[in-house]
């Protein structure tokens, strides 16, 4: 079964390890979360745990959300997010999941909404090279063609091409990162690297897929 839980990313700060050498690391308060709801195959379709972190006035609730935290007998969350698992969890409503579940040294895939930068341009949003910037060029850093030319109704720009537009804000996943450390006493997980999303937003801490 899939590891996993749910924090608030604090910051960037740097470690030293034992022979002296320092590492960048993000510090993540991870937990205690709690379980809100166990979804199986049998009844939702597909294995999952739905846990909430964080305290969050009932003002601040709605009534649908409030009756949700109330039937599986739980406070309410600021957060609230689904953990896939391959196979059922034995965990039930109430049950806490706290930061010892992952250990320095595991590989973990960390998900969060990424900065929003606003409207951005092809070179900037995806990397594409810019035009000649000699004397007389009016192509310094437009996206260029858009697609090819048709003695017909058949001229078009194809759905998906790389375009200007709204950058960032979106979830983005980065995979493979080390945990540095684990501070169990005061739920903090430090992972080397950086990860996304900016300070005080909600992030997920999952098993890696890859290089197990």
Same mark, same amino acid.
Request: no cysteine; charged share 30%; hydrophobic share 35%.
């Given at each position: 079964m899939a590891k996993g839980i749910i924090g608030k990313k604090l910051g960037m700060t740097q470690i030293f390890e034992a022979d002296g050498k320092f590492i960048p690391v993000t510090v993540v308060l991870a937990g205690p979360c709690t379980v809100i709801q166990n979804k199986t195959e049998e009844t939702d379709g597909y294995n999952a745990i739905q846990v909430g972190f964080g305290e969050v006035s009932e003002k601040?609730?709605?009534?649908?959300?409030?009756?949700?935290? $109330?039937? $599986?007998?739980?406070?309410?969350?600021?957060?609230?997010?689904?953990?896939?698992? *391959?196979?059922?969890? *034995?965990?039930?409503?109430?049950?806490?999941?706290?930061?010892?579940?992952?250990? $320095?040294?595991?590989?973990? *895939?960390?998900? %969060?909404?990424? +900065?929003?930068? %606003?409207? $951005?341009?092809?070179?900037? +949003?995806?990397?594409?090279?810019?035009?000649?910037?000699?004397?007389?060029?009016?192509?310094? +850093?437009?996206?260029?063609?858009?697609g090819p030319m048709h003695s017909g109704p058949g001229g078009r720009v194809i759905k998906g091409k790389k375009l200007p537009g709204r950058m960032g804000g979106t979830n983005a996943t980065v995979q493979s990162l080390t945990i540095a450390k684990v501070d169990t006493e005061r739920n903090l997980i430090l992972v080397h690297g950086s990860i996304p999303g900016a300070n005080g937003t909600c992030v997920v801490i999952r098993e890696a897929v890859k290089g197990k």
């Open positions: 601040k609730v709605t009534k649908p959300e409030k009756g949700h935290f $109330a039937k $599986a007998g739980v406070a309410p969350a600021e957060f609230v997010k689904e953990l896939r698992l *391959d196979a059922p969890s *034995d965990l039930k409503p109430g049950d806490v999941i706290k930061a010892d579940v992952f250990a $320095a040294g595991d590989l973990v *895939d960390v998900s %969060g909404i990424s +900065r929003g930068k %606003g409207f $951005a341009g092809t070179v900037k +949003r995806h990397n594409f090279g810019r035009g000649p910037m000699k004397h007389g060029s009016k192509s310094h +850093r437009e996206p260029g063609s858009m």
